[in-house]
C-alpha cells in the first residue's frame, strides 16, 4: 500500500543592514510583543528566558540599526514606540505575503513532483 505523502515549503525571513547585521526578525518581533504585553524589559526578559543584558542589547543594536527608537521608560515600566508598533504590524504583513507566494511558487513548480 502507498501513502501519499504531503510536504509543505517553509521559511524564515529577517532584515539586515548592509553589513550583514540583524535589524529585524521573529526574535525581535517576540521581544517587542512581550514588552508591549507587560510593560517590562525585565518582564520580557524573564518571559522569553533571556538575560536583561541580552535582551537590552538587542533591543539597543536594532534601534541604532534603524535609527529609530523601539521602547521608551513609561513610569517604572517600558511601552512600545508608535514606530514599533508599526514595525511589528509591517512585519507580520511582509511575512504572510511572503508564505502565501512561497506557497504559490511551491504549489506551481515542485510540489507535483515530489507530493506523492
Avoid: C
Wanted: no cysteine; proline share 1%.
Amino acid at each position: 500500500m502507498v501513502v501519499k505523502k504531503h510536504f509543505v515549503i517553509r521559511s524564515k525571513i529577517w532584515i539586515e543592514d548592509d553589513h550583514g547585521n540583524v535589524v529585524f526578525g521573529d526574535g525581535r518581533y517576540r521581544i517587542l510583543d512581550a514588552v508591549d504585553r507587560l510593560s517590562s524589559l525585565q518582564g520580557a526578559a524573564l518571559e522569553l528566558k533571556m538575560s536583561y543584558r541580552a535582551l537590552w542589547g538587542r533591543v539597543k543594536a536594532s534601534e541604532e540599526r534603524l535609527g529609530q527608537t523601539l521602547v521608551e521608560r513609561q513610569g517604572r515600566g517600558s511601552r512600545l514606540t508608535p514606530f514599533a508598533r508599526k514595525l511589528m504590524i509591517q512585519f507580520r504583513e511582509l511575512q504572510g505575503r511572503i508564505h502565501h507566494e512561497s506557497d504559490a511558487v511551491y504549489s506551481s513548480l515542485i510540489s507535483n513532483y515530489i507530493d506523492q
